[in-house]
């Protein structure tokens, strides 16, 4: 649940700080390694929370995005180091506070609160569903990808989309149609079903907020540089959480009656909150130091480590469906990345001009 979008325009001076090579590399090593702990750190405390007793969805749909604040640390270094770029003996300019418009704060202010709705969904999804089913489900998010990208922005149907949807279509039928295999032993059949439910509806809201951030991007009539983006970012995390803050009222109740006592409680709670900002903010990196393509791919990769790290820290099932599950989620991915991959490559052979003399 990070929000992702092709960047463009860079020349600029927020830009400049990339001009380095090898601060570039730190930066991708950073973002991708921040990326990594987020995406599989976030589900397994989340779903940790559930499992030390914790029964509030609003409140674990709240710690998607509660940890927005940590986003000004970065923004406060970019305005810190623009300022002193901006120092000259003898000229001295005042230094842009923010860059986002309100045109921009609206549009993310909105696509805050459907993200507030799709983290309401992810964490009901997974109150009653192991990380490792959790995880393989969310990957169809592509499928839904593809056809609300084809919708919003017109971006056509590939042979590889179309392979893509297939597979993750079928992987999240397989696990439908066998419910005994991994369901928890607290959970009733019923519930199983409905956390299989909510969370394909997270991953299909999901797939309908990433083209929407393109579409937003591709309006904003001005430079999408990383610290507009983070600037955006920490707006659509404000209104997420406030659409979720209603879940913090049951908070001093639940603690006292929490499995190992109330400080492990507001432990996992902080740690989730920083973890899935981990996340956002290496999403974000990639992102505009890379590319999407990156960014999916790395999440991609981790989609089984998560699986396993489910099985390993929380005893998870792994039946022999979900393995056939995962491999034809991967195989999906790999589909649908390659696809992104070719798209690009034939974008750049068709915008370099031909300079051969003949």
Known sequence: MDVEGQTSNHQNQDAAPLTSKGLRRVLIVLNCVLLALGNTGGPLLLRLYF???GKRQWLSSWLVTGGWPIIFLPLLITYLHRRRRQIRPGHIHPTKLFFITPRLFVACAFIGVFTGLDDFLYAYGLAFLPVSTSALLLSTHLAF??????????????????????????????????????????????????????????????????????????????????????EMQLVMGCFATAFCTVGMLAIPREARHSEGGESRYYVILVWSAVFWQFFFLGAVGVIFCVNTLLAAIVIAVFIPVTGVLGVVFFEEKFSSEKGVALVLALWGLASYCYGEYRQEKDKKDEATPSNQVV
């Open 145 to 230: 990808t593809a056809f609300f990208a084809f919708l919003i922005v017109k971006q056509k149907f590939t042979p590889f989309s179309i392979n893509s949807v297939a597979l993750l279509t079928v992987g999240a039928a397989i696990l439908g149609l066998h419910v005994s295999s991994d369901r928890p032993d607290n959970v009733t059949k019923s519930e199983y079903y409905m956390g299989f439910i909510l969370t394909l509806g997270s991953a299909a809201l999901y797939a309908l907020i990433l083209p929407l951030v393109q579409l937003m991007y591709a309006k904003s009539k001005q430079a999408i540089t990383y610290t507009l983006v983070m």
């Open 51 to 53: 499992r030390s007793g």
